[in-house]
């Protein structure tokens, strides 16, 4: 099962908007709305920031948003700010292989 | 609140096994699944499995398929996994996890994750 496929590194100034690309296939992202965003700073371990494609869990911002067209899904974070510098990766169900993720993409906050 | 804590860094070398441990805590244990995953240095989030700590069944990816074992021990709210036949390339932090949703074993996201195991596998 290949993993999903992210861009390498974004960028943003503060208070500017980012979007990050998960792409993947009918079997995965685009068959199921199971799609979830994990934030990672070095040496942690991940956190939970959008599941089911975009619904926040209770505590993380509202600046932080997801979607999702056809085979691909995106997450969004607006009003950037210094600590949402980070490792950003995208997960989903696939059926047969349970759970895959992207490749992952770093974020840098410039 | 919700915690998983891991055992320590292990150093091990090819060929051996390792067994790392997650106690869950701030929670009904066998009412969740827990998930296994893994992060070589650099790389990216690798799926390894479940286990549902109330009945003990598991799911394994294909790719660790045959030297990989998921258990746990609801008296003490811990879960287990060992993997066998070591190589180089297993050298990674590994991850539990928890299911935000317990109905959802398989579909679920992961809202608590442990601190990470820090696995080297060296001769």
């Known amino acids: 099962q290949s993993a999903l496929t992210q861009p390498a590194s974004v960028s943003g100034s503060p208070g500017q908007s980012i979007t990050i690309s998960c792409s993947g296939s009918?079997?995965?992202?685009?068959?199921?709305?199971?799609v979830s965003w994990y934030q990672q700073h070095p040496g942690k371990a991940p956190k939970l920031m959008i599941y089911?494609?975009?619904n926040r869990p209770s505590g993380v911002s509202n600046r932080f948003s997801g979607s999702k067209s056809g085979n691909t899904a995106s997450l969004t974070i607006s009003g950037l700010q210094a600590e949402d510098e980070a490792d950003y990766y995208c997960?989903?169900?696939?059926?047969?292989?349970?759970?895959?993720f992207g490749g992952g993409t770093k974020l840098t906050v410039l | 609140q919700v915690q998983l804590v891991q055992s320590g860094a292990e150093v091990t070398k090819p060929g051996a096994s390792v067994k790392i441990s997650c106690k869950a805590s701030?929670?009904?244990?066998?009412?969740?699944?827990i998930h296994w995953v893994r992060q070589a240095p650099g790389q990216r989030l690798e799926w390894m499995g479940w286990?549902?700590?109330?009945?003990?069944?598991?799911k394994y990816s294909q790719s660790f398929q045959g030297r990989i074992i998921f258990t746990r021990d609801t008296s003490a709210s811990t879960a287990y996994m060992d993997l066998s036949s070591l190589i180089s390339e297993d050298s990674a932090v590994y991850y539990c996890?928890?299911?935000?949703?317990?109905?959802?074993?398989?579909?679920?996201?992961?809202?608590?994750w442990g601190q990470g195991t820090l696995v080297t596998v060296s001769s």
């Open positions: 286990i549902n700590p109330g009945n003990g069944n598991t």
């Open positions: 997960a989903t169900y696939t059926g047969s292989v349970i759970t895959v």
């Open positions: 996890a928890r299911v935000r949703d317990r109905s959802r074993v398989n579909t679920s996201p992961f809202d608590c």
């Open positions: 701030g929670y009904t244990f066998i009412d969740y699944a």
């Open positions: 089911d494609v975009s």
């Open positions: 009918s079997s995965d992202v685009g068959g199921y709305n199971y």
